[in-house]
């Protein structure tokens, strides 16, 4: 039975990834205020907000002082305040790169000395933050922070190259609050967190960003 760390998990992806993943395995789930709603003996939820610097910190302490080691981070929190619209605003460059990017990344950091020999570690990004692809102009915020998370996994995954394994996924186009065009996703949670779930279950090339849809490479 493997422990695996999700961030982001009291809805969407991260809720239906943290309850396939109990079929065997101790969970660890994460969210703002701690309140998750699954119940399950092998699942732990925590309260977590990856823009204030002293909740990872308080975080990182519980989690060594509970003595918990993880097989699998996925670091599946994000935010999409911009999707859909045309045009940059401040805010939202802020808001966005704080949890997408800042608060990823510091925690991430954090959480290397709690992973186990082989361990893994999968960003969920979306090819909106690939450049060879992208073609329309909105979700300015979105894009650049999911193009900047890209470029920390690749350069994590080479550091980390031949001690854990990293990959970045897409996890398709899926039916969820983040973003009012997402009620027309093709996939639903549960099939998104099905596809997460089938790639976890094969070996993947370190660094890869993998698009779970497709079941394909995406571009960069």
């Not at 065997?24 to 699954?38: A, K, L, S």
């Not at 732990?44 to 509970?66: C, G, V, Y």
């Not at 000395?113 to 915020?141: E, H, Q, R, T, W």
Request: with cysteine.
């Amino acid at each position: 039975m493997k422990k695996i760390l999700i961030t982001g998990s009291s809805k969407g992806i991260g809720f239906a990834l943290a309850k396939k993943l109990l079929k065997n395995n101790t969970v660890y789930g994460t969210c703002r205020n701690g309140i998750i709603d699954i119940s399950n003996p092998n699942f732990k939820s925590f309260a977590l907000d990856l823009t204030n610097p002293k909740s990872i910190d308080d975080f990182e302490k519980t989690i060594k002082r509970e003595k918990i080691n993880f097989d699998l981070i996925i670091n599946n929190a994000g935010i999409g305040p911009d999707l859909d619209q045309e045009l940059p605003e401040i805010e939202t460059l802020k808001s966005t790169f704080d949890v997408n990017v800042f608060g990823t990344v510091i925690l991430t950091e954090k959480m290397l000395d709690f992973l186990n020999p082989k361990g893994k570690i999968l960003i969920i990004s979306s090819k909106m933050g690939s450049l060879n692809i992208c073609k329309l102009s909105n979700s300015v915020a979105y894009r650049m922070s999911k193009t900047a998370i890209n470029m920390y996994a690749k350069t994590l995954s080479n550091r980390l190259e031949g001690k854990f394994e990293v990959a970045i996924l897409h996890p398709g186009w899926v039916k969820t609050t983040i973003a009012k065009s997402n009620i027309n996703g093709r996939l639903t949670t549960g099939q998104s967190a099905e596809k997460i779930y089938d790639f976890l279950g094969n070996n993947f090339k370190n660094g890869i960003f993998w698009n779970v849809e497709t079941n394909s490479e995406c571009e960069w």
